[in-house]
């Protein structure tokens, strides 16, 4: 009896430090209690200018969580970068400069849209060294039936 | 000719199984490193957000004396491990100077007389903009600025005890 009293009772007591655990686990990157930025999660009046906004913010990465667009992030500071994108896109300002501005504050990994360099050449030129090696490998299998 | 090509593929993949296990051996680097180490520090001025202590201009890093840039907010917890660190250097006469990112002032003073305040000015920074011109990711970060406002080191996350040796080396233009 005492026994399988005892389980249960210390099962509960795990999960009660595992809950604690939980509760006073906090993330490293806490977020902020302030609210989000204007223009964060609303969007500009004029379509245009939105649609020229949001093709930005998918290409803009998130550096906070970095798998992300900031269009798709819930962090505070893609928020924040979003607020950015649609004031300076509202301001007449070009995609392509604040492209620019933020490759020059945070690298070109803050783009998703990488521009062929000597980094980059690879990406691009293996598809087509690959797609070259294969037609020269399907070639000469097909020469070698032709003889048979 | 036709017996070195039979070794190809296995040759691909004894490359392909290096680069992995050097992958596996040698994790990325995470850390987003701010490209503006090594130039002048964007222009700004942040209001204060607390009474007692003024506001943030940058004109303030071209005075001739090599100042620490500190970016923390109050609901940061790394922050809280960082100011005891702070306080130190702040002890040893290093001038430190903070940006406050998307925080309350009431927020902020509990935080000073919670962990100690090493702080010269606070500017208030609602919405991160002026933590996107430094190319910062995220609090604590912290940039040593030479007298001449150049951008000279910037710490990612909390300074350590560690940390301290390399941050008083870029405050004299050992770095």
Known sequence: MRTRGHGPRNKSGVTAVAVLGLILATPLYADSGLPPAALANTQLRDPVLESKAQALMETLRCVVCQGQSIADSDADLAGDMRAMVRQRIAAGESPASIRRWMIERYGEYVSYDPPLSAVTAPLWIAPILLLAIGGWLARGSFKRRRRS | ?175
């Open chain 2, 1 to 175: 000719m036709k017996r070195g090509l039979l070794w190809l593929p296995f040759m691909a993949f004894a490359l392909l199984f290096g680069v992995v296990a050097y992958g596996l051996r040698s994790p990325a680097d995470r850390q987003i490193h701010s490209k503006m180490v090594g130039k002048d520090l964007p222009a700004f001025s942040l209001p204060a957000i607390i009474k007692t202590k003024p506001g943030l201009d940058s004109a303030l890093f071209k005075q001739g004396k090599p100042r620490l840039l500190n970016v923390f907010a109050s609901w940061c917890i790394p922050c809280i491990a960082e100011a005891p660190q702070l306080m130190r250097l702040k002890a040893m006469g290093v001038p430190i100077d903070a940006i406050a990112i998307r925080d309350t002032g009431p927020a902020i003073q509990g935080f000073l007389s919670r962990n100690g305040d090493p702080y010269e000015r606070i500017g208030d920074d609602k919405i991160s903009q002026v933590q996107m011109s430094l190319g910062s990711s995220g609090v604590p970060e912290t940039f040593v600025i030479d007298g001449q406002g150049k951008i000279v080191l910037q710490q990612i996350g909390e300074i350590r005890e560690e940390d301290i040796p390399a941050v008083l080396a870029a405050l004299q233009g050992k770095k």
